[in-house]
T-cell receptor
Framework: GNSVTQMEGPVTLSEEAFLTINCTYT??????LFWYVQYPGEGLQLLLK?????DKGSNKGFEATYRKETTSFHLEKGSVQVSDSAVYFC??????????????FGQGTELSVKP | EAQVTQNPRYLITVTGKKLTVTCSQN?????MSWYRQDPGLGLRQIYY???????DKGDVPEGYKVSRKEKRNFPLILESPSPNQTSLYFC????????????FGEGSWLTVV
C-alpha cells in the first residue's frame, strides 16, 4: 500500500546545528511529495514540495530532494533557529485515480531547538 | 489573501447535539477535503470533494456528513457527536485532485463531552 515513514522524534538540537529529518515513502505511480510544518497551537503550513524525481524543494533555508531510486524525501537545514521548533510532517499526494488524490502523512517529527 | 477559513476554531459541545464546522476557500479550488488529527494516529482523511455535488468517503467517514453545494464551501456535519469525535479538524483545498499543493485551514479544536 501507500505509506510514508519518517524518523521518530522528538529531535532536540542546539541553535545553528544542522538538521536532517528522514522521510521514505511507498507508493504506486508517481506521487507528489511535501513537507508541512505545524507550529505550536497552529494549523498545517506548506513548507516545500517536489512533484517529480530529482526535483529539489526549498523554502526558508529548508531543502528536500525527491529521490525516486531510494524513495526518499529527507528534509535538511544547515543552521536551525529557535523559531524552527515545530512538528514536521512528510506527505505524499496520490493522483485522483488513486484514492481520490488524498494526502498520506507520516507520523510527524517534533523538533525542539534550544538557544 | 488566499486562504482556507474554518469556524469555529474552538468548540466544546455535548454528546448528541448536532453541530456543523464550516469551511470556505477563496482560491476557486475544485478539490476540498476534511482531515482529523489525533495523537498517535496522525492525520486521517474524513471526506473529500472533487467538485460541486461530488463527494466521497475518506478513511474515517463514520459519524460525519458533508455537502458541496457551492464551490467555495465544504461544511462538515456531526449529526450526533460522540466523545470519540473529540479531535483537531482541518479543512483543506487544492486546485484539483492531480498532485497540486493542498492548503490547510487553521484547524478547529472540537471537544465532545
Amino acid at each position: 500500500g501507500n505509506s510514508v515513514t519518517q524518523m521518530e522524534g522528538p529531535v532536540t538540537l542546539s541553535e545553528e546545528a544542522f538538521l536532517t529529518i528522514n522521510c521514505t515513502y511507498t507508493a504506486t505511480g508517481y506521487p507528489s511529495l511535501f513537507w508541512y510544518v505545524q507550529y505550536p497551537g497552529e494549523g498545517l503550513q506548506l513548507l516545500l514540495k517536489a512533484t517529480k524525481a530529482d526535483d529539489k524543494g526549498s523554502n526558508k533555508g529548508f531543502e528536500a530532494t525527491y529521490r525516486k531510486e531510494t524513495t526518499s524525501f529527507h528534509l535538511e537545514k544547515g543552521s536551525v533557529q529557535v523559531s524552527d521548533s515545530a512538528v514536521y510532517f512528510c506527505a505524499l499526494r496520490l493522483p485522483a485515480y488513486n484514492q481520490g488524490g488524498k494526502l498520506i502523512f507520516g507520523q510527524g517529527t517534533e523538533l525542539s531547538v534550544k538557544p | 489573501e488566499a486562504q482556507v477559513t474554518q469556524n469555529p476554531r474552538y468548540l466544546i459541545t455535548v454528546t448528541g447535539k448536532k453541530l456543523t464546522v464550516t469551511c470556505s476557500q477563496n482560491m476557486n479550488h475544485e478539490y476540498m477535503s476534511w482531515y482529523r488529527q489525533d495523537p498517535g494516529l496522525g492525520l486521517r482523511q474524513i471526506y473529500y470533494s472533487m467538485n460541486v455535488e461530488v463527494t466521497d468517503k475518506g478513511d474515517v467517514p463514520e459519524g460525519y456528513k458533508v455537502s458541496r453545494k457551492e464551490k467555495r464551501n465544504f461544511p462538515l456535519i456531526l449529526e450526533s457527536p460522540s466523545p470519540n469525535q473529540t479531535s483537531l479538524y482541518f479543512c483543506a483545498s487544492a486546485s484539483d485532485a492531480w498532485g497540486n499543493t493542498i492548503y490547510f485551514g487553521e484547524g478547529s479544536w472540537l471537544t465532545v463531552v
